[in-house]
């Protein structure tokens, strides 16, 4: 994973609530068997709208991305954060996450900022009002910053240190090869299988 | 003090408890299908990895299997692709896979607990949203990206932060006429499609205990879509009943030590949830979505609501755009919304307890002019079962289509899709926009309603059947 420290971009305010994964990345698009590629797939639907603000010309080049609340609802595809991740977006905020999608973001570097609304809304605001307005998020001092905003956010220690430093997930948990070991060693009996063994 | 249902099977699987870490969470049971795993696998490979515990794995293909002419090559080259890729995957690595074709094929949520590897008190995870399902059993089941799938292929366990847990209390009788379906719809447009998130929901109380294993599941399988990871049912004698014999349950001293620690999984008396909703099931009535969330539904018996009449800003805003992709009118009746398909099947209600309820409801009538009703069994084996009690027969000369086992409809990655504009009634889980076609508009509604909707051309309850169906 690509280590996430701190990135200044511009934005793209996106008033919507309940953007759900299907929205975020169609099924159609899942028939693929790589991590890139979907950046066309993103937003699939709207962006036949010339009016989409992902379509504008000012929003050309933005990596932050501003959206309403629930984002990332529904299904648990990972083709949702690759797509926003291919198409160029660093940074997602909003005030309020789906699970799995949060959990999906912050394994691939893509950082997702919890705000509250009322932040979220003076976001809007700029970047609407400019579209050249830089929004800066810094991991390091857990803080989004734009014209006339500072806003500090939570994550936790854990999460935060394995994005800082671009740690694998998978390697951190083979460190403790002895404790799975153990606990495996104990599981009972009756518990099921899918192979005789 | 006492513990929760989720709080028992969590503790009992924590590999490892570190102060500012995650929990490392042991996984008894890992689902795999073709769409989230294939760069899973691919991850095995760069990193030299291999599969940790075959004997816990088990894939099977259903997202993009057609539902006709399966002896056929599959037409559409890019899902071929991908299926062809889940076969050289498990050929490789070892894994048990059951291909279309096989008979213990299906929608992976419907092929784990009929094979009896869905047990109480186990952990398991698959790359899909609606393992969920499997809290039916009184399992701790949650849907995980594809870079945990690849986590657990290669360790067995994954690290995940203890969520909250609510309990969703719903005591009292469902009135006739009124099924699994329309009480987790009456529930997620109660609290909302971000409701249970950061939660595990425990659904407990005299309606849910009197629930069959297929309805559980039904609802369980729902809570992802009130923003919960994962939903639970305490196991009783009913889930031992449906468990025993089945070919993954334990057996002689195994089956009796299993239900000996089965029957422990209960919430304590004194334990606390982080938070309490409580329904009266005598108040519920069919229940149908109008809009592109689930959370966006209503009694049949009700009128499209009035985006003004929604005091947050965002929902207002939300109704607005749901109407407007629906192409409904604030204040129209529900059931005068006409449709030209239906729906039958999914991991939400294409279980056999669905099949019958909907032929119940089909057998001596038709469905109406111009309505197409697919009829697609949750697996290879719900099939079987139906075929064994003529219920193909019945859909059948009702005039609907009845397939072969896979997702289907439901998200429309194989032909099975609603063309733009295209109105149904679905059994499934999910009436976001373009979910079962590009430009489609979704109504979610239970099996009961979906037969009666087929027959009367709009939606409909069993009780608007006011005829007598032929032959009866």
């Known amino acids: 994973m690509e280590a996430f420290t701190t990135h200044t971009g511009r ?25 890139d590629g979907f950046e066309d797939g993103l937003f699939e639907a709207w962006r036949k709208d010339p009016e989409f603000i992902l379509n504008r010309p000012e929003r050309q080049g933005a990596t932050v991305l501003v959206a309403g609340p629930d984002f990332g609802t529904g299904s648990s595809r990972e083709h949702a954060v690759w797509a926003l991740q291919n198409y160029g977006f660093k940074a997602v905020i909003s005030s309020r996450f789906a699970d799995i999608f949060r959990g999906n973001s912050l394994k691939n570097g893509l950082l997702t900022v919890v705000l509250d609304q009322k932040i979220v809304d003076a976001l809007w605001e700029l970047v609407e009002a400019d579209p050249t307005a830089e929004v800066t998020v810094d991991l390091e001092a857990r803080e989004v910053r734009a014209a006339g905003i500072t806003a500090p956010f939570e994550l936790d220690e854990n999460s935060r240190w394995r994005l800082l430093n671009g740690l694998d997930d998978i390697s951190l948990t083979l460190r403790n090869e002895d404790e799975i070991a153990a606990y495996e060693a104990g599981r009972p009996a009756y518990k099921p299988r899918t192979l005789q063994v | 003090m006492g513990r929760t249902l989720a709080e028992k099977v969590w503790d009992d699987h924590v590999v490892r408890r570190a102060e500012g870490e995650p929990d490392l969470l042991y996984i008894d049971l890992h689902l795999l299908h073709e769409v989230t795993s294939p760069q899973a696998f691919d991850g095995l490979r760069q990193n030299g990895r291999r599969v940790r515990r075959l004997d816990l794995t088990i894939a099977t293909e259903d997202h993009n299997t057609p539902t006709l002419d399966i002896d056929k090559p599959i037409a559409d080259p890019v899902s071929r692709a991908q299926l062809e890729t889940l076969r050289k995957n498990c050929a490789e690595f070892g894994v048990r896979l059951h291909p279309l074709g096989d008979v213990e094929q299906g929608v992976v949520h419907v092929v784990g607990p009929q094979l009896g590897l869905t047990q109480p008190g186990t952990t398991v995870v698959c790359g899909d949203s609606h393992t969920s399902t499997h809290g039916a059993f009184g399992a701790l089941a949650f849907g995980i990206g594809t870079s945990q799938v690849e986590h657990v292929l290669a360790t067995q366990t994954l690290p995940m932060a203890r969520p909250k847990t609510m309990a969703i209390t719903v005591d009292g009788e469902l009135p006739e006429g009124v099924t699994a379906k329309d009480l987790i719809l009456a ?68 089956w009796d030590a299993a239900v000996a620690y089965w029957k422990t999984l209960r919430t304590d008396e004194d334990a606390v949830f982080d938070a309490e909703v409580v329904i009266d099931a005598a108040e519920l009535s069919p229940f149908v979505t109008w809009g592109t969330n689930p959370g966006q539904g209503a009694p049949l018996s009700a009128h499209v609501p009035d985006p003004a009449s929604y005091e947050d800003a965002s929902e207002r805003l ?127 509604v239970s099996p009961q309603v979906a037969a009666a909707t087929a027959v009367l051309g709009h939606l409909a309850s069993p009780a608007d059947l006011t005829d007598v169906p032929a032959g009866v």
Request: proline share 4%; with cysteine.
């Open chain 2, 318 to 444: 939300a109704a607005e755009k749901a109407l407007e992709y629906m192409g409904l009118e604030a204040g129209q009746p529900l059931r005068s919304i006409t449709v030209d398909t239906v729906f039958v099947g999914s991991c939400t209600n294409g279980r056999i307890e669905d099949l019958r309820a909907a032929a119940d409801l089909l057998r001596g009538r038709k469905v109406a002019d111009g309505v197409r009703m697919l009829v697609v069994p949750g697996s290879a084996r719900v099939g079987l079962q139906a075929v064994s009690e003529g219920l193909d027969v019945v859909f059948k000369e009702a005039g609907a289509e009845w397939r072969h086992a896979g997702c289907s409809m439901c998200l429309g990655m194989n032909p099975d899709q609603l063309a733009p504009g295209e109105r149904s009634a679905s059994t499934s889980n999910r009436n976001f926009e373009g979910r079962q076609g590009k430009g489609g508009r979704t109504h979610l």
């Open chain 2, 187 to 254: 529930i997620i447009a109660k609290i909302g499609t971000g409701g249970g998130q950061g939660y595990i929901l425990e659904y407990r109380g005299s309606a849910i205990e009197k629930l069959s294993m297929e309805a559980r599941m039904t609802i369980c399988n729902m809570s992802i879509e009130a923003g919960a990871r994962a939903g639970m049912i305490a196991p009783d004698e009913t889930t031992f009943a449906y468990l025993k014999g089945r070919p993954h349950a334990p057996e002689g001293a195994d």
């Open chain 1, 11 to 35: 934005a793209v305010p996106l008033r919507r609530s309940n953007v759900d994964t299907d929205q975020i990345i169609p099924a159609h698009w899942l028939k693929k068997v790589t991590r």
